[in-house]
């Protein structure tokens, strides 16, 4: 089980910060830069931009300081054994700079520890080791992506409320347009950014959502495959089954009976 010693989330050093270790935190030591700091490494020395992570092994001589105030840092210490497992197995790069594909996701995901190092219960230490094992994963998994444009980053907090807000209403039937008047963005360049930080086009998440929902409608209710497209924002049950079937290679009568 992975063991949390310490955590701060959106942590604000208004005066600046000079953090030395020439022999290393004793522990797993994570930081992620909402404020440009110069940081250094083992002898190397890089400049940490907003959105940027450092895992800092153990042992490692390691420093970082800030380059504008006030600094703001999110920060989790953690103990060594089963989390360098854990890292080993995913290839996570360990006292190297790294930018997260999705600007939100550590802000997010070091709240959730926080959040869960609060918490009373007799679960609370297996909550914190997923908490910790679903952080790193992610990470891991985003660094496949390259990382996102400055430009993009702006939007990106809008964005990723709008894709929730998305799945989470499926049956709206919303445009292109208002999507794009939501976030205060022309057509155009909200699909290119859209496009740029998700990985696909705001219509395919638009159908996705859909299609999940109606998933879940087939194989957890009775309604006719018309009750549910029209519960799943379709007007026509025509088109409601062709999308089906592109998503999910069957009809929507064929999963039902597979699924049930």
């Given at each position: 089980?992975?063991?949390?010693?310490?955590?701060?989330?959106?942590?604000?050093?208004?005066?600046?910060?000079?953090?030395?270790?020439?022999?290393?935190?004793?522990?797993?030591?994570?930081?992620?830069?909402?404020?440009?700091?110069?940081?250094?490494?083992?002898?190397?020395?890089?400049?940490?931009?907003?959105?940027?992570?450092?895992?800092?092994?153990?042992?490692?001589?390691?420093?970082?300081?800030?380059?504008?105030?006030?600094?703001?840092?999110?920060w989790?210490?953690?103990?060594?054994?089963?989390?360098?497992?854990?890292?080993?197995?995913?290839?996570?790069?360990?006292?190297?700079?790294?930018?997260?594909?999705?600007?939100?996701?550590?802000?997010?995901?070091?709240?959730?520890?926080?959040?869960?190092?609060?918490?009373?219960?007799?679960?609370?230490?297996?909550?914190?080791?997923?908490?910790?094992?679903?952080?790193?994963?992610?990470?891991?998994?985003?660094?496949?992506?390259?990382?996102?444009?400055?430009r993009?980053?702006?939007?990106?907090?809008?964005?990723?409320?709008?894709?929730?807000?998305?799945?989470?209403?499926?049956?709206?039937?919303?445009?292109?347009?208002?999507?794009?008047?939501?976030?205060?963005?022309?057509?155009?360049?909200?699909?290119?950014?859209?496009?740029?930080?998700?990985?696909?086009?705001?219509?395919?998440?638009?159908?996705?959502?859909?299609?999940?929902?109606?998933?879940?409608?087939?194989?957890?209710?009775?309604?006719?495959?018309?009750?549910?497209?029209?519960?799943?924002?379709y007007?026509?049950?025509?088109?409601?089954?062709?999308?089906f079937?592109?998503?999910?290679s069957?009809?929507?009568?064929?999963?039902?009976?597979?699924?049930?």
């Open positions: 089980m992975l063991q949390l010693v310490s955590c701060g989330s959106r942590f604000t050093h208004r005066e600046g910060i000079s953090i030395e270790r020439p022999q290393g935190a004793g522990n797993y030591a994570f930081v992620f830069f909402r404020s440009r700091a110069e940081v250094k490494v083992n002898g190397r020395i890089e400049q940490a931009e907003p959105n940027s992570c450092i895992l800092f092994s153990p042992n490692s001589d390691h420093a970082y300081r800030d380059l504008e105030k006030p600094f703001v840092n999110d989790i210490h953690c103990e060594e054994q089963e989390l360098k497992m854990w890292l080993e197995r995913l290839d996570f790069p360990v006292d190297r700079l790294i930018v997260s594909a999705d600007p939100v996701l550590v802000p997010r995901c070091v709240l959730d520890v926080q959040h869960a190092e609060r918490e009373e219960g007799p679960y609370r230490d297996e909550i914190i080791d997923l908490e910790l094992r679903g952080l790193f994963a992610k990470l891991a998994n985003g660094l496949a992506r390259d990382a996102v444009p400055a993009t980053n702006r939007y990106a907090e809008s964005l990723v409320q709008l894709r929730s807000d998305l799945y989470g209403s499926p049956d709206a039937r919303m445009s292109v347009e208002s999507l794009a008047e939501r976030v205060s963005l022309s057509k155009s360049y909200f699909q290119h950014l859209y496009k740029e930080l998700f990985g696909c086009s705001v219509v395919t998440d638009m159908i996705r959502g859909r299609v999940e929902y109606a998933k879940y409608l087939l194989g957890s209710t009775r309604l006719s495959v018309g009750e549910i497209g029209r519960l799943c924002g007007e026509n049950e025509t088109h409601f089954m062709r999308q079937k592109q998503v999910t069957v009809t929507p009568g064929a999963y039902r009976k597979t699924n049930r």
